[in-house]
């Protein structure tokens, strides 16, 4: 019989969408390791928002509400006594998402055909990326926030078009060329990426006009080779959860508190064997 979950560990397994699961049961996966943490109280949220002038979108806000982020990582074993830790998936503590200042006004929307427009200066131009989807504009009530930073190749960014906006989409910045990459119309999206992509090494560099490196690569044919089809759907961004396997609907009601009297240290360590 199986043991009953603690309501902390059920709604970090609904959270992750079973994903701890999912990879102790993969093959040379092993240390699968989640961080807990603390959920923020409204007045901290608050005080974020007004700091920053904005709104956090509620899905968002749900979540920091039931834990200030976490961090779920895990090694893959390449030897008998060859084990790196390579999976990692952080979603920050709201403290530090942080309002991106640089090079704003040098920051370029690309097009199908690769060529790069300046947006901070001149007429406005229609651009895409990658995947065909529009790039923002960026103007000077826009605000950029980032969210990670993908090993000094790129960051991924909450974009706001307005400071009265509290639908900001989810970007990233390709550092090399300042331009932008379309990731998520959502919070929930991107975390649900996240898992989808197993934490997978710099999994958002996928969708970026540089792709992979070469080793990770390897990793992602090893464990997921349907996330490099070319022809797949989450590339074109028609995204129907329903039918996307082994894709799983992330349901924004688990964004809730969690119970009282939970230790402020709790740092939760489950480990997969080796097979």
Known sequence: MNKKLSPEDAFYENLTLGLIKTLSSVPRVCN?????????????????????????????????????????????????????????????HLLQVTLLRENIENTHSVNSSGSATAIASGPTVAAKDKWDNATPIITAKTKIFEINNINELAKVC????????????????????????????????????????????????????????????????????????????????????????????LDPNIFRSKPKGTNKSSTSSVKSHNK
């Open 32 to 92: 699968v390791n989640l961080e807990r943490r603390q959920p923020l109280n409204p007045c901290q949220v608050i005080n974020w928002e007004q700091r920053h002038c904005v709104y956090l979108p509620e899905d968002m806000k749900k979540f920091y509400l039931s834990t200030d982020g976490f961090v779920l990582n895990w090694s893959y074993q390449y030897a008998p006594n060859d084990v790196r830790r390579v999976g990692y998936i952080h979603f920050p």
């Open 158 to 249: 909450m974009l706001y078009d307005s400071t009265s906006s509290n639908s900001p989409r989810f970007y990233l910045l390709e550092l090399s060329t300042l331009s932008w990459q379309f990731l998520a119309e959502t919070f929930s999206e991107y975390l649900r990426m996240a898992i989808a992509h197993l934490g997978l090494p710099y999994w958002e560099l996928c969708f970026s006009s540089f792709g992979l490196p070469s080793w990770t690569e390897q990793l992602f044919l090893l464990l997921a080779p349907h996330l490099l089809e070319k022809h797949e759907l989450r590339r074109g961004r028609i995204i129907n959860p329903a039918c996307e396997h082994p894709y799983n609907i």
